[in-house]
Nanobody, 115 residues
């Protein structure tokens, strides 16, 4: 049974930064690509960043140049460093592997960007 716990969200002013953490238990993270997703109110969940098993990364256009995804396999943890946040980044952020593996979603972590 896979268990995902996201943390690190909060309220931040525009231009601020946050670092999100995603801890996965029940699987050896080394073997999986992991993505950070977000879901804003009234919108579909979207992939914002993904890191492969070989540490290749890709980002949604909205995240490029501002967000950095990284992983620490020894800690079974994936991070998302988010800089230059703006109100459009307000959402619940989740992490998960690719859909074909069918992992359950965690509870997510709320990010609110507001002055």
């Amino acid at each position: 049974q896979v268990h995902i716990v996201e943390s690190g969200g909060g309220l931040v002013q525009p231009g601020g930064s946050l670092r999100l953490s995603c801890v996965v238990s029940g699987r050896i993270l080394t073997f999986y690509a992991i993505g950070w997703y977000r879901q804003a109110p009234g919108k579909q969940r979207e992939l914002v960043a993904r890191i492969t098993t070989t540490d290749s990364t890709n980002y949604a256009d909205s995240a490029k140049g501002r967000f950095t995804i990284s992983r620490d396999n020894a800690k079974n943890t994936v991070y998302l460093q988010m800089n230059s946040l703006n109100p459009g980044d307000t959402a619940v952020y989740y992490c998960n592997t690719d859909p074909q593996f069918g992992w359950s979603w965690g509870q997510g972590t709320q990010v609110t960007v507001s002055s």
